[in-house]
């Protein structure tokens, strides 16, 4: 069921509905990153002002320069760390276009579904960045203690984040967040199973942007298959 579900995502991603959530999401963040780049310089010149006075030097008009070209890799060291999270986020509020793609696509018989407030959406996304980046901050304890393991904890740990995150967008646009909550405890070791599946490529560079998409779009397919197993039972 879950090599199903994630080669049928695979095989949709050249739907012009993923490309366009792609799309937004780096867009968005590369405009967040240069947008903080801009502000931090504007500051700094605020603080610094035209010059500066130094003893035995006199004034020095060339810091306010230097200090803006020396942002520049700053930021890029940022952007490395930080584009995949960020990236996730932004990504996550229209991962709801990815979701309806898949049904359009492969379960054209369904009756609309829910709809989430974009107030919902940022919430959910920020909610789920803020888990994801504090919990891998205490995981880097065990990453120290257990290096030889790190990697497992890496995989089982975001796997079990990704999936509950995924699960949950999937299942909430059709039984709501009570019943979501209900069915992700129901089918917690799928889920998990399948999360950690979508953890392994956070590690490949370029790849990891293509998470959330593949993310969304596989658990779609894992709810409906699930759901329909239930009925048929």
Do not use: C
């Amino acid at each position: 069921m879950i090599p199903g579900a994630f080669l049928a995502a695979v095989g949709q991603l050249g739907d012009p509905r993923f490309r366009m959530v792609l799309l937004k999401g780096v867009g968005i963040t590369i405009g967040i990153f240069v947008a903080i780049y801009v502000l931090f310089v504007q500051v700094i010149g605020w603080f610094i002002g035209d010059g500066v006075s130094l003893p035995w030097v006199g004034t020095v008009t060339w810091v306010d320069d230097a200090v803006s070209w020396g942002a520049v890799p700053l930021m890029l060291l940022l952007s490395v760390v930080l584009m995949v999270p960020v990236a996730s986020a932004v990504t996550g509020l229209f991962l709801d276009d990815v979701a309806q793609a898949v049904e359009d696509r492969h379960y054209p018989g369904l009756p609309p579904a829910n709809e989430l407030s974009l107030l919902d959406n940022i919430r959910d996304s920020l909610g789920f960045l803020g888990v994801l980046v504090l919990a891998n901050v205490v995981a880097l304890v065990l990453y120290l203690l257990l290096a030889p393991l790190a990697p497992f904890i890496f995989w089982g740990l975001n796997g079990f984040l990704l999936g509950r995150e995924y699960f949950t967008l999937a299942a909430i646009r059709r039984v709501g967040r009570t019943g979501a909550a209900q069915l992700r405890r129901r089918y917690l070791p799928t889920i998990w199973i399948a999360g950690v599946l979508m953890a392994v490529p956070l590690t490949i560079p370029l790849v990891n942007l293509l998470v959330p998409i593949l993310g969304a779009a596989t658990f779609t397919h894992l709810f409906q298959r699930l759901e329909a197993r239930a009925a048929r039972r």
